[in-house]
């Protein structure tokens, strides 16, 4: 009954931009933690960013820190990544998940979604 529906991926060139959403249904929005994962080919599931409750209360991989924004729009039980100054490396497999506790491993979120996939081309 709970969904997480990711969308807004695709290809894009190295520099340029995509924003993902994710939409939720059949949760209380605002009590969940929301994050982003992100899986490349041949490689482990690895944490982007999540997001608590405001747009202060926010954490980012290294490896992405200064490209994506993380927020949430609680009236629309929505939560997004903006994704700037693409690389190569970010393509992947971008998963939403939530989290009624806080955390930065995978095997601590309640749910996630199916995945949108975006390709940074060279």
């Known amino acids: 009954q709970v969904q997480l529906v990711e969308s807004g991926g695709g290809l894009v060139q190295a520099g340029g931009s995509l924003r993902l959403s994710c939409a939720a249904s059949?949760?209380?929005?605002?009590?969940?933690?929301m994050g982003w994962f992100r899986q490349a080919p041949g490689k482990e599931r690895e944490f982007v960013s999540t997001i608590i409750w405001s747009e202060s209360t926010t954490y980012y991989a290294d490896s992405v820190k200064g490209r994506f924004t993380i927020s949430r729009d609680n009236a629309k039980n929505t939560a997004y990544l903006q994704m700037n100054s693409l690389k190569p490396e970010d393509t992947a497999v971008y998963y939403c998940s939530a989290s009624r506790h806080w955390s930065l491993y995978d095997s601590n979120m309640d749910y996630w979604g199916k995945g949108t996939l975006v390709t940074v081309s060279a």
């Open positions: 059949g949760l209380t929005f605002s009590s969940y933690v």
